[in-house]
């Protein structure tokens, strides 16, 4: 029912009252006179004067929505809630009378006040529909601004993606803010928990974003770190314990008349100031930081001149941000030193009143009584006090730290990989295992499933260097290099590089292509040349390396994955009963749990390739007297590579081979057995089977283990 008619007036908070001299209804002109405007019917007033009917509004027809409601995180930011202080616009303002420090008390004083006040059900505040049955303004439908979808703590201290951010500290936002817990909220909890209810928190404010007791304790050794905090102390007055800050009101001004004497001897007052060295010239204040995960943080505050040496410490228990636990240590300090001096006295009986805890002034300063003793006289003994340090409105330094950068995470791609023996000396039924994700997740937990049990297999530790095929790869020449075939190769992630000859030949590059039937072969390349964003060209190639030939398909098609096979390959944790068992493996991030989204799963059989013989080479034919005399030369998966060897190892427990004859059809009509690389396809059996002696034969020669039964064949036809 007022408003300041000038800037001036406002400086003198001189009100104007609202009239209206022409009709009487001075809630017209009521900006916030909700009840007044929902409970009446309207007037146009065309020209300045009111129309003989009212407009079609109908008195308490329909809700007042509230759909955005927000005030500033600002020193008196309620004196002008709707105004944005933002040093890109030119709009930017502060609330009137608004010193520009953060204030995160005044938001929420805000909220309370608003929420708190159309709670109400009266006809002065909230009155209720007769219309529809309802309040005019329901505190639940109140939209308040703003919560941000972008989430806290990225946002606002990620400036490098949301140049806003700077706008946050004493803008609108609610976002880690309203989970915020008012200080009188937490000691009023903190005493119902000892089953203490006599107790005023009226005089408490501030706020904190979390408090912890780690342990049984009394209510006193839980609220002293916040006393300490927040500047309060707690004093009993009658039945109840009042708490109240150290910048209270003053309670009485003492002069020589307010004081007794204390004795014949004694003079009336005593005033005196604990030496230098006595104080501290550091305090260290630690703390939780709510912005770097609740970690240990800690705060200094040094006097840069005087002569003392020592330093206090204080450990709170408490959530606060890195600019509140500065301003609190700077303060501590300048209280600590301004409460070196003590005033001890005797009152006047009319200072009855006066209770330990209450503010005194004496010669023009403040005190804080802290003990009052009744004997033959009223004896006080007071701190001084420094008002002025409580009266906040500076802003301590923000927080250099960001906060971590929420990881999203998305599922793993997985290759499973049959591979021969590489080196030699790794388990021959080894199963092996290629990922990549982006953004990798530090460590890939590979779980395998039992029914309803998950054992944890394998972690890997780095991503894989792996792609794709962008062309197609038509099969080449063996044991020479391959000059004709070149390859583009699109890489998730990684990079390639060219080689020297001679480092080709002592086994770099080493890399696997998964050809049709899912079989991978391993060759080498010399040349990786940077073509686009990951994709690289690869030529010189060395092909179906380790005995895998056979899996050299013609031609492997564009599309298939491509592995580079260095230390981000493992093995699958596989022992020899596995192979050939189907297997349900579960992977994901390692630091989340295994029902998180992030995880899949998949089934695979590993084959035991590294376990198989490799296919015989050199296949010849020859007619004999008996029939026809199949030669070969056998390799070894291991230990074959020194040139020094007269024979390779044969790698098996017993040296034995299978000869498949094969039919017109391509399927076999006879298989000899031999226990040497040679076999003879005896007349009486080429007759039964062909009825003649043809002049060519079809054969596929498998050498064979004991374990894995036959190895990859070799299949040649043979002219006799």
């Not at 009840?35 to 129309?51: D, I, K, M």
């Not at 953060?102 to 059900?121: C, E, F, K, V, W």
């Not at 230098?276 to 630690?286: A, K, N, R």
Request: with cysteine; glycine share 10%; net charge negative.
């Amino acid at each position: 029912n007022w408003y300041y008619r000038t800037p001036e007036d406002r400086r003198l908070q001189r009100r104007t009252g609202l009239y209206d001299d022409a009709y009487g209804k001075a809630w017209v002109f009521r900006y916030k006179d909700l009840s007044n405007w929902w409970l009446r019917p309207h007037f146009n007033r065309p020209g300045g004067v009111e129309a003989a009917q009212p407009t079609a509004w109908v008195p308490e027809s329909k809700p007042i929505r509230f759909t955005e409601a927000g005030c500033p995180a600002v020193d008196k930011g309620t004196n002008q809630p709707n105004v944005f202080n933002d040093g890109k616009s030119d709009e930017s303002a502060l609330p009137y009378f608004s010193s520009g420090a953060r204030d995160d008390l005044i938001q929420r004083a805000y909220i309370d006040a608003l929420t708190g006040y159309y709670a109400q059900r009266s006809v002065s505040a909230n009155p209720v529909s007769e219309i529809y049955d309802g309040p005019m303004v329901d505190p639940a439908e109140i939209t308040f601004w703003a919560w941000d979808a972008r989430p806290f703590p990225a946002f606002p201290y990620l400036l490098d993606v949301w140049s806003d951010g700077v706008n946050y500290e004493r803008g609108h936002w609610l976002n880690g803010r309203l989970g915020a817990v008012t200080l009188k909220a937490v000691v009023r909890a903190i005493l119902a928990r000892h089953g203490f209810d006599q107790a005023d928190v009226s005089g408490l404010s501030g706020l904190l974003d979390g408090y912890v007791i780690d342990r049984p304790m009394s209510a006193r050794d839980a609220l002293d770190p916040l006393s300490l905090a927040f500047f309060f102390d707690g004093a009993q007055s009658g039945r109840k314990i009042i708490f109240r800050h150290k910048d209270q009101p003053v309670a009485a001004s003492l002069g020589a008349d307010q004081l007794a004497e204390r004795g014949r001897e004694e003079p009336l007052y005593e005033r005196t100031r604990a030496q230098e060295t006595e104080l501290p010239g550091e305090v260290s204040v630690s703390y939780a930081d709510g912005l770097i995960d609740y970690r240990k943080a800690a705060v200094t505050a040094r006097r840069l001149s005087g002569f003392s040496r020592r330093k206090a410490t204080a450990d709170l228990p408490a959530v606060l941000s890195q600019a509140g636990a500065q301003e609190w240590a700077d303060i501590w300090l300048q209280d600590l030193w301004a409460g070196r001096e003590r005033l001890d006295a005797a009152l006047a009986p009319s200072l009855l009143a006066l209770e330990p805890g209450d503010a005194v002034t004496f010669g023009g300063e403040t005190f804080t009584l802290q003990d009052i003793s009744d004997t033959t006289a009223r004896t006080i003994s007071a701190t001084r006090l420094e008002p002025s340090l409580f009266a906040g409105g500076t802003q301590g330094p923000a927080r250099g730290a960001r906060p971590a950068r929420a990881l999203a995470l998305g599922r793993a791609d997985l290759l499973f990989l049959d591979l021969p023996l590489l080196r030699g000396d790794e388990p021959a039924h080894e199963g092996w295992l290629a990922a990549f994700a982006k953004p990798w997740p530090g460590r890939l937990a590979l779980l395998r499933l039992s029914g309803e049990a998950a054992t944890l297999a394998r972690t890997l530790n780095a991503p894989a260097t792996q792609g794709v095929l962008l062309w197609d790869l038509y099969a080449g020449p063996t044991a020479r290099l391959d000059r004709g075939n070149r390859v583009q190769v699109q890489l998730a992630g990684g990079a390639l590089e060219s080689v020297s000859e001679r480092a080709l030949l002592d086994g770099a590059n080493l890399a696997a292509v998964r050809g049709a039937g899912g079989r991978w072969e391993v060759l080498q390349f010399q040349n990786a040349e940077l073509v686009g964003p990951d994709r690289y060209e690869i030529s010189l190639l060395l092909r179906g390396q380790a005995g895998t030939e056979a899996a050299m398909a013609n031609p492997v098609a564009a599309g298939a994955p491509f592995v580079l096979l260095n230390q981000a390959v493992v093995g699958a944790g596989l022992s020899a009963s596995d192979i050939g068992r189907e297997i349900t493996w579960r992977y994901g991030p390692a630091a989340r749990d295994a029902a998180d989204d992030a995880f899949a799963e998949a089934v695979h059989t590993f084959s035991g390739t590294g376990l198989k013989p490799l296919s015989p080479v050199h296949v010849r034919g020859a007619r004999v007297a008996e029939g026809v005399a199949f030669t070969w030369v056998r390799r070894t998966r291991v230990a074959g590579d020194a040139w020094s060897q007269v024979e390779v190892p044969l790698g098996e427990d017993a040296e034995a081979y299978e000869v498949d004859i094969l039919g017109p059809d391509r399927q076999p009509v006879r298989t000899l057995a031999a226990a040497a690389p040679r076999a003879v396809y005896r007349m009486p059996e080429i007759e039964a089977d062909f009825g003649h002696l043809p002049s060519q034969f079809t054969v596929r020669v498998s050498q064979l283990s004991a374990t894995a039964g036959r190895g990859t064949p070799r299949e040649e036809t043979i002219y006799v």
